[in-house]
Nanobody, 128 residues
Framework: QVQLVESGGGLVQAGDSLTLSCVAS????????MGWFRQSSGQEREFVAA????????WYAESMKGRGSVSRDNAKNTVYLTMNNLKPDDTAVYYC?????????????????????WGQGSHVTVFS
């Protein structure tokens, strides 16, 4: 059974940094692009960042460029998202998911419909 478990969220002050982790079990996603999405209260789920299977390709939402860093450790079946200079607008539940067999271009990478096996998410709350 495939499971994705996100962790590392919490209550932080604006300007702080946070690293989220996502551990996959049940199968290996070492050959899949992995994405991070977030959903704040009353909003649609939105793309945050993604990383190609070998780590060479990375994509970021405009809101995360210059502040975020996505990485992965395929040996541990784990993906990370480090966010710096956090803002109250970053408050959301953060999810990771493996992308399916669609091309690795921005259109597919940034669409949550291209992903499967969503976890429970990790809550991040940023206060000013």
């Amino acid at each position: 059974q495939v499971q994705l478990v996100e962790s590392g969220g919490g209550l932080v002050q604006a300007g702080d940094s946070l690293t989220l982790s996502c551990v996959a079990s049940g199968r290996s996603f070492s050959t899949h692009t992995m994405g991070w999405f977030r959903q704040s209260s009353g909003q649609e789920r939105e793309f945050v960042a993604a990383i190609g299977w070998f780590g060479g390709l990375k994509w970021y939402a405009e809101s995360m460029k210059g502040r975020g860093s996505v990485s992965r450790d395929n040996a541990k079946n784990t993906v990370y998202l480090t966010m710096n200079n956090l803002k109250p607008d970053d408050t959301a539940v953060y999810y990771c998911a493996p992308k399916g067999a669609t091309p690795d271009n921005a259109s597919f990478v940034k669409a949550d419909s291209a992903y499967s096996y969503w976890g429970q998410g990790s809550h991040v709350t940023v206060f000013s």
